[in-house]
């Protein structure tokens, strides 16, 4: 591929080397190999269901590392606009049809009371059409009801991002989910020293809309939890950018321009890679509830950090052990138990080893990023799921996978997919530095050859979409990972805006 002036100058504005693009169209070109499989993890076999006993030892853990001075950091994936979550409904206002054409639509008018925006709507609706929605949808304008909610002038809401929709009502008066998010880190991740920091990735048009809410709350919410709120915000790096190709494989251009995608959540590796602090909780900005029924999130979410806290703690020390000296055969043995049974990590040669090759082996496996992920039963909702997976060096290790990284055509891979029981709700807490308190570089970590296609229409070209390997997934690939199954309740995701009349969204 030659490139022109007007190529280099781009790719020299966003940080990508010529190298680097030559190699994403390589990848659309010849896609990426299946992941070879093992098994699905199953409670029993990849993923721990907590005794109430261990339940109360982790809680426990977590609230004395709460106490030990160490930084606690909330990160939350906030980027996305919410134009999806209200797909059927611009599909009716976008329609020739004028009443309401399909169930959603009209369980979405039906129950309009229930939305927490309904009285900022009604108040817009006053504004705009001297109506009030009550009125309006009597007279049957339902598209200017939509109109006043999803575009401008009017509420916008098909434009912003979900991080600052009013999703639940609380007394006197609304809450969006960068709201909630703060209060979920007042409840389980509030330091020694009363402070609170929490880290929220953005996009850049939506970033000057997100710094006004945080300006507008902040000093509300530090007094209704007696806390200190220490908020910082960061953008998907450029440099992380996919190019997109043609269906021939060759680069795609709009204007003669080489054509860029965000490169999907994978990306923020990079932004996580920036942090600093011991351990970082992550989570998705629209899997938040009310504070009245945030007990169970509260309490598996410390569960998960003392399951962290413990197990790393005790990588730590047999690494300090390794770097000491060869351990003797009884510690090494431990330390290959630990490996097997609680980071169920396994390898067919570790019999065939010397004592130093052994003591190599564990120490490679043991000083990595670490992470805790809630795995929840698998009851329809859409998600990746863990499965037991072989790494390209012999071992067998958890990872969280996408049903496009699994081999359809492959009989007995369709069949461990079906028979797997739990899915990915998105509910980590990692650890990023090493057994010394140095930060691992991140980057170092993912698996280049997990990442995803996809073919997307283009001003009525079809072209081919090269997405990073997945933050959860071939991103955190390389890192020590512990499945726990959390309890269905701490789930509730917003995909569509019907999803908020839930009762879990109703308190």
């Known amino acids: 591929m030659t490139l022109n002036d007007t190529d280099k100058t781009l790719l020299k504005e966003k940080g990508i080397t010529e190298e680097k693009l030559l190699e994403q169209l390589r990848m659309l070109s010849e896609g990426f190999p299946y992941l070879k499989i093992e098994a699905p993890a199953t409670v029993g076999n990849g993923i721990t269901l907590p005794t109430p006993e261990l339940e109360a030892q982790c809680i426990e853990i977590w609230e004395k590392y709460l106490h030990s001075g160490a930084k606690i950091l909330k990160m939350t994936p906030a980027s996305g606009a919410a134009s999806r979550m209200f797909k059927d409904l611009f599909s009716f206002l976008n329609g020739k049809h004028d009443k309401p054409d399909s169930d959603f639509v009209k369980k979405f008018f039906d129950e309009i009371e229930d939305f927490a925006f309904y009285h900022i709507l009604n108040l817009e609706a006053i504004t705009l059409y001297s109506r009030s929605l009550d009125t309006l949808i009597k007279e049957k304008r339902y598209k200017d009801i939509l109109n006043i909610l999803l575009n401008s002038p009017g509420l916008g809401y098909g434009h912003l991002p979900k991080a600052l929709l009013q999703f639940h009502r609380v007394p006197g008066c609304s809450r969006t989910p960068l709201e909630e998010h703060i209060a979920e880190g007042a409840q389980y991740a509030l330091g020694k020293d009363g402070q609170v920091n929490l880290h929220f990735t953005v996009s850049e048009e939506h970033l000057p809309l997100v710094e006004a809410k945080i300006e507008e709350v902040k000093a509300f919410m530090e007094h209704q939890y007696g806390i200190k709120l220490n908020i910082s915000l960061s953008l998907q790096k450029p440099s992380t950018d996919t190019v997109a190709a043609t269906k021939n494989g060759e680069a795609y251009r709009e204007d003669s321009k080489l054509f860029f995608r965000p490169g999907g959540h994978g990306a923020l590796i990079e932004n996580l890679n920036d942090l600093d602090a011991d351990v970082i909780f992550i989570k998705n900005i629209d899997n938040v509830v009310p504070d009245a029924l945030r007990d169970s999130t509260i309490k598996y979410k410390k569960v998960i950090g003392g399951v962290l806290v413990g197990a790393k703690m005790k990588a730590d020390r047999y690494c300090k052990m390794l770097k000491a000296g060869l351990p003797s055969e009884e510690e090494r043995e431990e330390m290959l138990t630990f490996l097997r049974k609680v980071l169920c990590i396994t390898h067919d040669d570790a019999d065939r080893m010397s004592p130093q090759e052994e003591a190599d082996y564990i120490f490679s496996k043991l000083n990595r990023p670490m992470r805790v992920c809630g795995m929840v039963k698998n009851e329809g909702e859409p998600g990746g799921g863990p499965f037991l997976c072989y790494n390209p060096d012999g071992t067998v290790s958890p990872q969280i996978l996408e ?39 991140l980057p170092d970590y993912v698996d280049p050859a997990t990442g995803f296609i996809s073919e997307k229409s283009r001003e009525g070209v079809e072209i081919k979409a090269l997405e990073l390997p997945g933050l959860w997934n071939g991103a955190m690939s390389d890192w020590n990972t512990i499945f726990i199954e959390v309890p269905a309740e701490t789930f509730n995701p917003v995909k569509t805006v019907n999803d908020l009349l839930r009762p879990a969204h109703q308190a």
């Open 403 to 441: 049903s496009s990284q699994i081999n359809p055509k492959d009989k007995k891979c369709v069949k461990m997919m079906k028979d797997s029981t739990h899915f990915n709700p998105v509910d980590l807490v990692v650890a990023i530095k090493d057994f010394e308190g140095k930060k691992f570089n």
